[in-house]
């Protein structure tokens, strides 16, 4: 039997669900009645500013701070007062904590030693959880001489021969640079799709969130936004907020007043996306448009003035920075459509590729 099978075994992977979770620092509510399902296997990202609770959220699933009120439960049990050993989870954090005087292989099954296993069974442990890690040649090296990715991999690893029901990943790749953070997606991607655990993965950087979720929840100030798959959430947001945190550039906000089954964008009435609510005319409404969505009116269409400031060219695609009317804008444009600054491009956009939100920044459907 191969090493992933071995450390797969039979069982399926556990969920979790969260029932009015709530957690409070004296007076101050940090989570505010949380519920949330996660099923098992599913890797499920959180996402937000800031503050916006989801580190502190990932800790109440893992014991580490106490629950206010409401349950934690992992595979249908009650684990809210139990503690963090005795949960069946393992966490990665953002720092490595590994022992600079222990070699690869010792960091890596310390747990299990402490815990009192045998030594062939450590010994076998780890050596799976580095043959699926690539770590193989590692095993005898330190710390102190492995690359920032090569200990995060060990930092896993130490998760990894735990078996655990549920992996909990605490910004772990934040210490990284650009180039090795992208590597790194990869190989968390890679390992949950050959070990098919529930993983749960708290970020602020919502690329890493679309790149790696099943699922992903937006937080903001302890209180879940909105919960869907990263296409769901980046075509279908709930609300303004969900709307410019995910995606970048972000999504255009442009103050317009809805008439008629059409939208009134700096003078330029336009075709508005078909609405069950639709507001009364002459409502002010907000109309969310992505960058990608834009593209040059043509002959007789509403065209709607872009004054460029900036162009920002990425291989394949472009940037153009400016504003209509007083509001800022991003336009996408193919790279052979770089407008120097002081052009006014006439745009548009298709009714059906628009959201349109009420004065609450909530999305009119």
Not at 137 to 151: A, F, M
Not at 163 to 173: A, G, K, R, S
Not at 186 to 201: D, K, P, S
Not at 240 to 266: C, D, H, Q, T, W
């Amino acid at each position: 039997m191969d090493s992933l099978a071995t450390l797969n075994k039979v069982k399926a992977p556990a969920g979790l669900s969260l029932n009015k979770v709530s957690k409070s620092f004296g007076a101050i509510k940090v989570i505010h009645d949380v519920d949330l399902k996660i099923d098992g296997g599913e890797f499920v990202v959180f996402v937000g500013p800031s503050g916006c609770g989801k580190s502190t959220l990932l800790r109440l699933i893992a014991g580490l701070e106490d629950v206010t009120s409401g349950d934690v439960l992992i595979a249908g049990r009650d684990v809210t007062d139990e503690d963090p050993s005795d949960r069946g989870i393992a966490m990665v954090f953002q720092t490595y904590a590994l022992y600079p005087h222990m070699s690869v292989e010792q960091n890596m099954g310390f747990g299990l030693k402490v815990a009192g296993r045998p030594r062939d069974e450590v010994r076998e442990k780890v050596r799976q959880a580095a043959d699926i890690l690539k770590l193989t040649d590692y095993l005898d090296r330190r710390p102190g001489q492995l690359s920032g990715g090569q200990r995060q991999r060990v930092a896993i690893g130490r998760a990894i021969v735990r078996d655990p029901e549920i992996f909990l990943f605490d910004e772990p790749l934040s210490n990284l640079d650009a180039e090795l953070r992208v590597g790194m997606r990869i190989e968390i991607a890679r390992l949950h799709q050959e070990l098919g655990n529930t993983m749960i993965y708290v970020t602020h950087d919502q690329t890493e969130a679309m790149t790696l979720a099943d699922k992903i929840v937006v937080l903001r100030g302890g209180r879940i936004e909105q919960v869907g798959s990263p296409a769901a959430l980046y075509d279908d947001p709930d609300n303004m907020f969900v709307g410019g945190f995910i995606g970048s550039p972000k999504m255009n906000f442009l103050p317009a007043s809805y008439r008629g089954g059409a939208v009134e964008i700096a003078d330029v009435s336009v075709r508005a996306p078909v609405l069950k609510a639709k507001p009364r005319d002459g409502t002010s409404v907000m109309v969310g448009i992505r960058p990608e969505h834009w593209r040059i009116a043509e002959n007789g269409e509403p065209a709607i003035s872009f004054r460029v400031d900036f162009s920002e060219f990425l291989g394949g695609t472009s940037y153009l920075y400016g504003t209509i009317g007083q509001t800022a804008c991003t336009v996408a444009v193919a790279r052979t459509a770089i407008s120097r600054p002081g052009t006014t491009l006439k745009l548009t956009a298709a009714a059906e590729t628009m959201c349109l939100f009420d004065s609450a920044e909530k999305r009119i459907r």
